[in-house]
């Protein structure tokens, strides 16, 4: 197996990591005076938060692994989480990871088919239109002679 394809089978397995993750533990922590959203898949993640300085640490553990969107969807309904600075923190995370709807494109406006310059007249062009004249007042004739 050479190089390139060890990469890219590790950078497609990267990708897919990154949109595929779950997560069974969801909450909230403050840090800096700042309400977050956290996310984990272990409940100890709790120890890490708190040693890098969080505060007010809550975090629930969810039925089953969700994604993000979805995980944060059901930490609103829940009651540990109804006071004012979670909610912000959680109504925050919504809006700004909300699914994008494309935006609508505006009605083309009807144009106006462009007008066509006027042909030039050529001792070529006056040949060719008379020359399908002739042809059909060929076919004309032949048609009435009969």
């Known amino acids: 197996m050479d190089k390139a394809s060890i990469i890219l089978t590790h950078t497609e397995e990267v990708l897919q990591m990154a949109t595929d993750k779950t997560f069974n533990i ?29 505060e007010d640490i809550r975090l629930a553990e969810l039925a089953t692994a969700v994604s993000k969107y979805e995980a944060v969807r059901q930490l609103q309904s ?27 494109v505006p009605a083309a406006k009807a144009k106006t088919p462009a007008k066509k310059a006027p042909v030039k007249s050529t001792k070529a062009s006056r040949e060719a ?15 009435t002679a009969y």
């Open 129 to 143: 239109a008379a020359l399908k004249e002739a042809a059909a007042v060929a076919i004309e004739d032949e048609n």
């Open 26 to 54: 969801v909450g909230v922590s403050k840090l800096n005076g700042e309400y977050k959203v956290r996310f984990a898949t272990d409940i100890m993640r709790i120890k890490v938060l708190a040693k890098h300085g969080h």
């Open 78 to 104: 829940m009651a540990e989480f109804a006071d004012a600075a979670a909610q912000s923190a959680i109504a925050e995370y919504l809006d700004e990871k909300a699914p994008k709807t494309p935006a609508k």
